[in-house]
């Protein structure tokens, strides 16, 4: 018999704390002596005790099975716990069981179910056109007595990323730094932001640092083989966006003089038909004027120069009539006068 087992039988049933060590034979014995007034142990004592716990292990071992049953008849399989989903989708939270024994009572699952028959082992719960509202942790229980088995789900609903911008801060020049920014308006946190080159040889300059959580990218002393589309995606756990920005340098100066001469003669020549037009206007006005001048039997000039002419030589005629008329009446005042002098 192992020395554990006759330490047990030793210990039981005693109360004292006081530890003896015995020796017979080369067999070394360490028990704790309770206040039980135990007899002596000898070889005979020692043999009883061994025959009596051989006895009672085959006993234990016969009669386990039948009073020992399953440690548990009901047991939820589902392993998912944790769901992560976007905003209007739908989700099934998964709740399947198994039962060990077909004893057990009658069985009662509180939660909406989507399998028509739940004995087949299947309670899951489906949402659709999930809301932000919808989050929360949600439990299976199913109960077939009397066994109970309860599952908890932890349900978070999700913002997508929308649509991010990719832009430049500032203007690519070669030799200086620059700084690529991409921004997503909407989305729910944690969201990464990660850059990558989709041109060239598709590598990163080794300068380049970027900003996983701000959505930046530095570049250090920008060369003409930084030059390229540069890709901007940004994620979280329920949707993924990106937008592409392209980087490039901008034309020579020389040519910019170009552009620049080229956007003067433009405004220029619009310039110019705009006086045009204004002039022409405002002569056809002036013709009118003169030509409402004009006596109703004469006929209208054709040119600004004939209509001048027609008019000076028309207040000419009515000056030399209105002279005229004045003379003749002095002439007829002295012709009165003379007469009636004696």
Known sequence: MPLSLLQFFLEFGCNAATRHTLSDGGVHIMFVQRQ?????????????????????????????????????????????????????????????????????????????????????????????????????????????????????????????????VCYMDGEAVAGEDLRLRCRSSQGTPPMDYRWSKTSGNQKLPHTAVADTIGGDLYLDKITESDTGTYLCTVLNLVGIEECELELSFPPPLTMYYVYVTIAAAIVSVVLVIIIAVIFHRHRKETEEEFSNEILEDELPPHTCAISMICLFMQKTMEKNMTNNDVRNADGEGHEEDKVSVP
């Open 36 to 164: 039980c007034h135990l007899p002596p142990i000898t070889l005979k004592s020692r043999y009883l005790i061994t025959k009596f716990g051989l006895w009672l292990f085959l006993i234990m071992g016969i009669f386990r099975p039948l009073t020992i049953g399953p440690a548990c008849a009901l047991e939820i399989t589902s392993h998912i716990k944790y769901y992560y989903v976007a905003r209007d989708s739908s989700v099934t939270l998964n709740c399947e069981f198994v039962l060990y024994s077909e004893n057990l009572g009658h069985m009662d699952i509180e939660c909406y179910f989507t399998s028509a028959e739940p004995q087949n082992g299947i309670a899951s719960l489906t949402i659709t056109d999930l809301k932000l509202t919808d989050s929360g942790t949600y439990q299976c229980k199913v109960k077939k007595l009397p066994e109970i088995g309860i599952k908890n789900f932890i349900l978070s609903v999700m913002e997508r990323p929308s649509m991010p």
